[in-house]
Structures are given as structure tokens and as C-alpha cells.
């Protein structure tokens, strides 16, 4: 007898469509599954096999042949093992075969349980595609795949609670679709608690605005980390169709929390510096994601710059360019969404104290060169905001006045993002760092002042075409920020003054 059940694969995050066919044959008793299943999925037929013995049914004595269509993906994981459970069943006549328009996902425990799997948000937004109308899958994953809208999610915790809603005997009770409440501030470490450093402050704001890259260098102790952690709780709330984009990258790695639907908080990653190429954009044979788009819709902040891996850092140029990175292997090329802001910091020399105004510098004029030149020109071009962070004074220490607080930060942030969201709409650009050529020279209209200024600095200090569209883009910024249709003179000197300390340090060595 043959039976056919549907099921869904992910490979990156595209999910697709599974046919689980189960034929019951004649001849000495055999399981094979075939239609390139990974170890995880032949391992299937131990598992099926005890959960159906400990859920009282009966194993078919006879040559069980099960194929996963179509044959020319390569299938992974153990998703696949609560369909070839139900497959196996219809195929002996123990359970009416399953409606074609619904779909089932989990992972057997011995008993019969069902576990929770990976990649589930992608998979039912396929599922949705498709035109699956009912979904089930582990209770655990419920939350996560009501999030995809638009079809009804049945939570499982055992193999026999599919079984007795397939046949009427115990129906299952559809998961509430899941809500969507961006998250506050709360856990967020707040600027007030940054004491002076009202430029760099300046800088934060205006890579917020934007959602421009900056670059923090300055001496240990300045506060550039501290500067850093507090840039998410100064960006604008995440819309849900960021957070669905966001989950799906996390719920691919199994990095979402037991139960949780989608993400309300924009993710903020601070790899340590000995990470690898592969960890920092993903790989793998079977690509997953990496460091750059666990952070999608949210910061990267990279401590110590010069102390990562060398190609760990060139192969950052291509995402920060284009928004996403593309890994490609034997078993096919999956491309992962990274449009994140990068936050970098680092110390002007090996010591520190290069250009301090209290402290002597250690390093002889080559080790701070080799220092520097581990950031190379093309990345730094890539950075929009190189901002110096100073000293801090003794009399902002120890004064009694806290800095501004996040939440008034925001305000303004807010402000300057909605007049780019009506400015963009339509486009596909979300921010001013995401312009694209053509809208770059439609919106960035300069005041007769303010080309000549532009110019002046072009030709001064030799500015690549990347930096030039850059500094265009956070004048664009400031002039948002102080409620200008147009760029002044007094917007485009202050983009241009972020773009001076490379000149300063790598330029002049």
C-alpha cells in the first residue's frame, strides 16, 4: 500500500515544499529512506520505529520503502520524522492519509513525544506559499510558526495527539496567531550613564539617525565600548516585517528561545576578535549564517578592530556594501540577509597613548603603522563616521549632572526616521545609509554653499567616489536631524569632519 504526507525542508532560509511517500511491500522486512536524506534522516527509521511500538501501534512486518521528494534536494535534520510516522501509518492502513493541504514538522522522541526543530518560521512562511492551510507541529515551535499568518498552526506534544485529531478523536485546538509589541527599553544600558564626550554622543545620534557604520578610536578607558552598547536602545523600534526577517535567521541556527515567537528587540552582537572568517559570515557544508547576520536589523560591534583575523575583516566589505552575503558551496549557494550598522572601536596604536594629551605613546613610529594598516582602505571607506573619542575630563567624572538620557535621544532619532520613511516610501530604502545611486542623487540636493564646500573637500583630500556618496548620505543625516529639506553648508562640514581622522592616522604615517 502507498500513502503520501506533506512536509516542508529549509535550506538557508528558503524553505520548500516535501513530499514523505511511504510504500508497504511484499518480501523480507526492510527500511529505507531514500531522496538524499543526511544521517539525521536515515537515523529516522530507529525512532519512528520505537515511537510506534510505545504508542500501541503495529509495525509493519514487511519491506517499507520511504522517499522524500522531490529527489534532487538534499533533506537534513530530523524534521522529517513525525510525517514518516503518519506516512507509515496511512501506508498500513492504521490512519486515514492526511488532507493534501496540511503539513506536518517534528522531531520523534523513543516514547512518542515530539521535539522541537529548527528552520520552523522559514518553513511555514513556505507552507503559506504553498497554499498549506494547517500546519502541525512540536508545541514548542507553535509560537514561532503562528508568525508566519495566514494558516493554522496545530501544537503536538506526542505523535498520538496528531493521530487522534486526524481522526476526530481529540481535535486540537489551533495556536492564537502571534502578536507582535516591539520591545521598550527596558535592559537597555542607557546614555545618561555616559559622562562627557558630547562629540562622540553627537556621532551615536547621527549613526542612528542614518543607520551609518562608525569607526570610535581613542585610549583606553574613553568610553568607546560603553559608547557602543548603548547604541540599540537609541534606534527605532523593529517593524514586524523586520522582526519576521531577523527571526528567521535565528530560528535557521536554533538560537531562538524555547517557545518564543518572533523577535521584538533589534540584535546586538559583539563577537570576540579571535572569531573566524566563516564565523563571522557564515559557511559550512551545509551553509548557516553568521556573526554579520545574526545582527540583520540591528549592530555589529567589532572591539579591538585591529586585532581581528585579517581576512576575517576584508571579507566584511562585500556585506557592508551590499546588505547581504552570499555562501556558496557544493550542496548549492545560500545567500543570508546582514543589513546591519557596524560599530567598531579601536586604540590609535599597540599601547594606546598615540595622540594623548596627558600620556606618553610606547610604540616606535613602525609598530604604530603595522598597528594601523591591519584596517585597510577599502573598509575604511566603508565607514562612514570615524569619530576620535577624548579624555575624559575629571570634572564630568566627578560632577553630579548625568548625561541625556536614551529615551530623549531617541526622540530625535525617531523624528529624523520618519521623514526618510515618507521620503523612501516606496523605494525599498529604509534609511539614508541604504540609498541607492539614482535616489542618492534625487534627495541629496546641496545649497549652492554647500557644493562648494563639498568640493573644496573632495579635491583637498582626495576622496574615492565611495566616500564622496557617503558623505553625502550623512549630511543627509544631519540635515534630517535639524529638520532642513535641504543640505547647507554648515550639515556637509560636519559629515566631512568624520571623514578626516583616517587622513590623520593612517594617511600621514
Known amino acids: 500500500m502507498f500513502a503520501r504526507v506533506k512536509s516542508l525542508g529549509v535550506f538557508a532560509l528558503r524553505g520548500f515544499g516535501v513530499g514523505v511517500e511511504a510504500d508497504i511491500s511484499g518480501g523480507l522486512p526492510q527500511f529505507a529512506i531514500v531522496g538524499l536524506p543526511d544521517s539525521a534522516v536515515r537515523e529516522a527509521a530507529d525512532r519512528v520505529r520505537s515511537a510506534l511500538k510505545n504508542l500501541s501501534f503495529t509495525w509493519p512486518v514487511s519491506r517499507i520503502t520511504v522517499n522524500l521528494a522531490p529527489g534532487d534536494i538534499r533533506k537534513t535534520g530530523p524534521v522529517y520524522d513525525l510525517p514518516v510516522l503518519l506516512a507509515i501509518l496511512a501506508a498500513s492502513g492504521q490512519l486515514a492519509a492526511p488532507d493534501a493541504d496540511t503539513a506536518f514538522l517534528g522531531e520523534l522522541s523513543l516514547d512518542g513525544g515530539v521535539r522541537e526543530v529548527t528552520g520552523v518560521l522559514p518553513m511555514a512562511l513556505a507552507a503559506q506559499r504553498q497554499g498549506i492551510r494547517r500546519l502541525f507541529v512540536p508545541a514548542g515551535n507553535a509560537a514561532e510558526a503562528a508568525a508566519a499568518g495566514g494558516i493554522e498552526v496545530y501544537p503536538v506534544n506526542t505523535a498520538l495527539d496528531a493521530v487522534r485529531h486526524l481522526t476526530g478523536e481529540a481535535l486540537l485546538a489551533p495556536a492564537p496567531p502571534t502578536e507582535f509589541a516591539p520591545g521598550g527599553l527596558e535592559g537597555v544600558p542607557d546614555f545618561s550613564d555616559v559622562r562627557g564626550q558630547p562629540e562622540a554622543r553627537r556621532a551615536m545620534e547621527i549613526a542612528a539617525a542614518g543607520g551609518h557604520n562608525i569607526l570610535l578610536i581613542g585610549a583606553p578607558g574613553t568610553g568607546k565600548s560603553m559608547l557602543a552598547k548603548r547604541l540599540p536602545g537609541i534606534l527605532p523600534p523593529l517593524t514586524r516585517a523586520e522582526a519576521v526577517e531577523t527571526t528567521q535567521v535565528y530560528s535557521v541556527a536554533g538560537a531562538l528561545p524555547r517557545g518564543s515567537g ?248
Open 262 to 509: 518572533l523577535m521584538n528587540h533589534r540584535p546586538f552582537r559583539a563577537p570576540h576578535h579571535s572569531v573566524s572568517a566563516a564565523g563571522l559570515v557564515g559557511g559550512g557544508s551545509m551553509p548557516r549564517p553568521g556573526e554579520v547576520s545574526f545582527a540583520h536589523n540591528g549592530v555589529l560591534f567589532l572591539d579591538e578592530l585591529p586585532e581581528f583575523q585579517r581576512d576575517a575583516l576584508e571579507i566584511l566589505r562585500q556585506p557592508l556594501e551590499d546588505g547581504e552575503v552570499t555562501v556558496s558551496r557544493v550542496a548549492g549557494t545560500a545567500t543570508f540577509p546582514c543589513g546591519m550598522m557596524l560599530a567598531a572601536a579601536m586604540n590609535p596604536c599597540p599601547c594606546g597613548y598615540f595622540g594623548h594629551p596627558t600620556r606618553a605613546c610606547s610604540c616606535t613610529p613602525y609598530a604604530i603603522e603595522r598597528y594601523l594598516q591591519r584596517i585597510s582602505g577599502p573598509l575604511l571607506d566603508r565607514i562612514d563616521l570615524h569619530v576620535e573619542v577624548s579624555p575624559v575630563e575629571y570634572d564630568d567624572l566627578a560632577g553630579d549632572t548625568a548625561g541625556e538620557r536614551s529615551a530623549e535621544i531617541l526622540k530625535r532619532v525617531l523624528a529624523a526616521r520618519a521623514v526618510q520613511t515618507k521620503r523612501y516610501a516606496g523605494t525599498g530604502v529604509s534609511c539614508n545609509a541604504r540609498m541607492t545611486g539614482p535616489v542618492l542623487r534625487r534627495v541629496c540636493r546641496l545649497a549652492p554653499d554647500a557644493d562648494r564646500v563639498l568640493r573644496a573637500a573632495f579635491e583637498r583630500m582626495g576622496l574615492s567616489a565611495r566616500a564622496y556618496d557617503r558623505i553625502l548620505k550623512v549630511s543627509r543625516t544631519i540635515a534630517d536631524l535639524a529638520g532642513s529639506e535641504r543640505i547647507e553648508a554648515e550639515h556637509v562640514f560636519e559629515a566631512v569632519q568624520y571623514r578626516n581622522l583616517d587622513r590623520k592616522y593612517w594617511y600621514n604615517q
